[in-house]
């Protein structure tokens, strides 16, 4: 079983929407020679309103995320040490925070190296797939896992958005390179200050949150306007409260699998599963897959033969028989029950125990 492929299997069904593994060969004083890297997402509705100006619910998510991102780099490190490897993850209660507010090994950096993103004109990562709406985190290892490609240089171009729109005017509007220091790209204590001050102003509370150079973010804001299909989003705002209708505005994850049980229908499940179509999943012996949906059929991209729509009602049918309750794929009893197996485990419709 391949390592590298059983990890980031663990690190996605604990919830990461980006998981990458990176050298860190040339980093000095780091002590471990691989990096790997992890993000979770910010529902789109928080993101909308960081447009304006920074919210309470910002701050309350900004904290519930950096849990969550603790739990997944904590579930890598107990997996890989249980392998016999040195692992550390590096969790926000282990970072030591500098006085000129910089960290000793950044998970930006981690992330650069593991492919996630580039460090944009706004001083944070900018993912291909979401723009800045990412929380990330990392962890260190010894283990020999295999890297995926670098990215070196700002994929930002000639945009200037998160420049023209920073509150604190602290952006230089520099393109990054791998290696370059943090002050060529913005000036880090009036940032800071001006955060501080527009929190307090809006919401009462005296931290350094802001949040609009990532909002505004072109490759941010491509992630905004998409639907499940790729297309302009359809929905607005609102219908992120209209309970007939899936939350795809939200971009939560636990928001869809909550509109999904209240009334779990292969209907309602194939929609979700739409929605998810080219997203990786892993077969229980760690075999990564993705699909894609055409009407009434599931396309696998290891498999030949599709898996209809009705097949997928009658696993469900037999995983509402066994009360959620599914030791493994076979217990289905139906076609392409590999796949559907740990599509179900992702969505919370079955458990193992």
């Keep these: 079983m391949d390592l ?25 004083g780091c002590g471990y020679d691989t990096g790997v890297a992890v993000a979770v997402l910010l529902p789109k509705n928080v993101i909308c309103d960081l447009q304006e ?18 739990q997944i780099v904590t579930a890598g490190e107990k997996f890989l040490q249980e392998k016999g490897f040195d692992t550390y993850a590096q969790t926000t209660d282990r970072i030591e925070i500098h006085t000129d507010r910089s960290t000793k090994l950044p998970h930006k950096t981690i992330a650069t190296r593991a492919g996630l993103g580039w460090i944009g004109k706004n001083n944070l990562l900018v993912t ?3 723009g800045s709406a990412v929380r990330i985190s990392s962890l260190l290892t010894n283990a020999p896992l295999s890297c995926d490609s670098s990215i070196d240089r700002s994929q930002c171009g000639g945009c200037s958005l998160c420049v023209r729109s920073c509150p604190a005017q602290a952006l230089h509007g520099a393109l990054w390179e791998a290696g370059m220091q943090r002050e060529v790209l913005v000036d880090v204590e009036k940032c800071y200050k001006k955060q501080t ?8 509370i005296e931290t350094d949150l802001c949040g609009k150079c990532f909002a505004v973010c072109l490759y941010t804001q491509k992630y905004l306007r998409k639907d499940s299909e790729g297309n302009e989003d359809i929905y607005s705002g609102n219908d992120i409260l209209n309970e007939d209708r899936m939350p795809v505005q939200s971009g939560n994850k636990e928001d869809i699998i909550k509109w999904l049980k209240k009334d779990l229908t292969i209907d309602r499940l194939w929609e979700v599963m739409e929605l998810y179509e080219d997203f990786p999943f892993y077969t229980m012996r760690s075999l990564e ?10 396309f696998v991209n290891r498999k030949e033969k599709s898996i209809t729509k009705a ?21 289905l009893g139906t076609f392409g029950a590999s796949y559907l197996y740990p599509i179900f485990l992702y969505f919370e419709i079955i458990r193992q125990e």
């Design 4 to 28: 590298t492929k059983e990890l980031k299997a663990l690190l996605y069904r604990h919830g990461a929407c980006l998981a990458g593994i990176g050298s860190l060969k040339g980093i000095e």
């Design 53 to 70: 100006a920074p919210t309470k619910e910002y701050y309350d998510l900004y904290y519930s995320l950096n849990d969550k991102l603790n």
């Design 128 to 130: 291909e797939a979401f």
């Design 197 to 204: 001050e527009i929190m307090y102003r809006e919401t009462g």
């Design 289 to 298: 897959f993705a699909y894609i949906i055409k009407g009434n059929e599931m």
């Design 311 to 331: 097949t997928a009602g009658m696993a469900l049918s037999k995983a509402q028989q066994l009360e959620g309750i599914v030791s493994g794929p076979k217990k």
